[in-house]
């Protein structure tokens, strides 16, 4: 885990215990109301302009769309939010050299939606866990969610089992939080979208999280090419995918792509990016030749 305060580091292991034995942790109140404000305007366009979806799985009255950090630049406090790093870090930093940003996407349930599947979104990666988890959601709560509005539903517990989707409705928890909160939960959780019985739509941003070597659910590189991505901060880039991952995983011309945004200019001579194990497993080979 990275260093950070005192405070940060108890609240950091205290939701890490709720992660680990439910499954998800609600976390209240962690951003301010003005900057849930400017999020939810710059989107509000956005949403305006976009058709519903279509498909049983994303929703008949639902809206969804991404590439958020070029359509509300507030929400980059969001994705780069000290807390959930922290979380993210805990649990897939063991897993990898970095991981990534797997998405960005704001989600408008409408009245009328029903309940969505139950589903897993670790689901996209089809290969045997053996207990690692690959990603880490975030749903920011850009409008009070409750049981009547269609509120996530989540099985409490259900990482620790197969993957069920005739699961006891009457185990549900229903994800109850006021605007400005965050729930972060397992990518082997079983959850869903609930089903919107209220008047009005109910909205989040989702941040999900990832593996650093895993293909991501968003292509990142189409959402923000170079031109775009080099007026992000660093630690952002970084996110989205424009670093190595050793060994040689997602590189360019032999590069690290960060050289994109860097003065000096092409053609390198490809360079080894590669973890100290392998490094040392190399030179001994060539010792022993």
Known sequence: MTEMSNIRAGQTL??????????????????????????????????????????????????????????SPTSRQLILHELMLDLINAVLGPHCDHYQLNLTQAVRIHPGERQQV????????????????????????????????????????SQLHDLDRSIDPTEIVMAEMPRGSALVFLGSLTHCGGANRSPHPRTGLIASYCLGWLRQYENQYL?????????????????????????????????????????????????????????????????SQ
């Open 223 to 287: 959402a923000y090419p170079p031109a775009i991505a080099q007026t992000f901060p660093e630690a952002l880039r970084d996110l989205i995918g424009y670093r190595i991952h050793r060994p040689n995983l997602g590189g360019y011309e032999g590069q690290d792509p960060a050289m994109l945004f860097k003065a000096t200019q092409g053609p390198w001579p490809a360079r080894d990016a590669l973890s100290e194990t392998t490094r040392r497993e190399i030179e001994a080979y060539y010792q």
């Open 118 to 157: 139950p589903h897993r979104d670790e689901e996209m990666w089809p290969c045997r866990k053996d207990g690692v988890e690959h990603l880490i959601n975030v749903i920011w709560a850009l409008d009070d969610f409750t049981a009547e509005n269609g509120a996530t539903c989540l099985w409490p517990g």
């Open 14 to 71: 205290t939701a890490l215990d709720h992660l680990h034995a439910q499954g998800y942790v609600i976390l209240k109140h962690v951003v301010s109301q003005p900057v849930i404000d400017r999020v939810a305007a710059e989107l509000e366009p956005w949403f305006a302009a976009t058709p519903r979806c279509q498909g049983d799985f994303y929703g008949w009255r639902t809206t969804r769309f991404g590439s958020l950090l070029n359509k």
